[in-house]
């Protein structure tokens, strides 16, 4: 069974810090990797995806990995800003419908 | 742009009674989704629908029920609701794009329901 772990739960950086989040995942048999945002008492936001056929994708700030040999993906933000300030998730997808594996989430605050 | 409605966004039920939540979505999208996020827990998906006239289990389908009534919407039925059932539900679509190891899934969700079984 797909396992998926974020790490670190929670996060707390000053304005302006470039950041890493962490995910990681159990089976290497997967055919894509979603990070999404969701910020309190709100749905999800799909921030990138990553086929499983590519290393990297990017967006504005953004920077995601994938290493699939490894299981790990890696979200990186660029210079945050407090509106980054939200619960990041990682969704594994391995193929089929119904096949896909939340993580837990990171929160992060960005301080002012 | 509406995205994906969910109605309602609150609900307070007590054990035994049944209830609709709805979910409708207006991006032309073939699939659907069902899920439920528990404090400590990654989203889990109840049940989904690939596409109009189908739905499948998910992961924790126990207690519910779907209908798939057309392409735009998709209802999850609570016939006898637990306090267990007690959760934030999300409904997302998505149009998938390609397939194989190339497949792009990307899903749009809704704001939730958030529903208290006592």
């Known amino acids: 069974k797909q396992e998926v772990t974020q790490i670190p739960a929670a996060l707390s950086v000053p304005e302006g810090e470039n950041l890493v989040l962490n995910c990681s995942f159990t089976?290497?048999?997967?055919?894509?990797l979603q990070w999404f945002r969701q910020d309190p008492g709100k749905g999800l936001t799909s921030l990138l995806l990553i086929q499983s056929s590519q290393r990297e994708q990017t967006s504005g700030r953004l920077n995601a990995s994938l290493d699939k040999s490894s299981g790990r993906s890696t979200l990186y933000i660029a210079a945050s800003q407090p509106g980054d300030s939200a619960t990041y998730l990682c969704?594994?997808?391995?193929?089929?419908?119904?096949?896909?594996?939340f993580g837990i989430g990171t929160k992060l605050q960005v301080i002012p | 742009n509406a995205g994906v409605t969910q109605t309602p966004k609150f609900q307070v039920l007590k054990t035994g009674q049944s209830m609709t939540l709805q979910c409708a979505q207006d991006m032309n999208h073939n699939s659907m989704y069902w899920y439920r996020q528990d404090p400590g827990m990654g989203l889990r998906l109840i049940y989904y629908?690939?596409?109009?006239?189908?739905?499948d289990k998910g992961e924790v389908p126990n207690g519910y029920n779907v209908s798939r009534l057309n392409k735009r919407e998709f209802s999850l039925r609570l016939e006898s609701a637990a306090p267990s059932q007690t959760s934030v539900y999300f409904c997302?679509?998505?149009?998938?794009?390609?397939?194989?190891?190339?497949?792009?899934?990307?899903?749009?969700f809704g704001a939730g329901t958030r529903l208290s079984v006592l």
């Open positions: 969704a594994v997808f391995s193929g089929g419908y119904q096949k896909v594996t």
């Open positions: 089976d290497s048999a997967i055919y894509n």
């Open positions: 629908s690939a596409s109009e006239g189908t739905t």
């Open positions: 997302a679509s998505s149009v998938r794009t390609e397939t194989g190891p190339l497949a792009k899934n990307i899903q749009y």
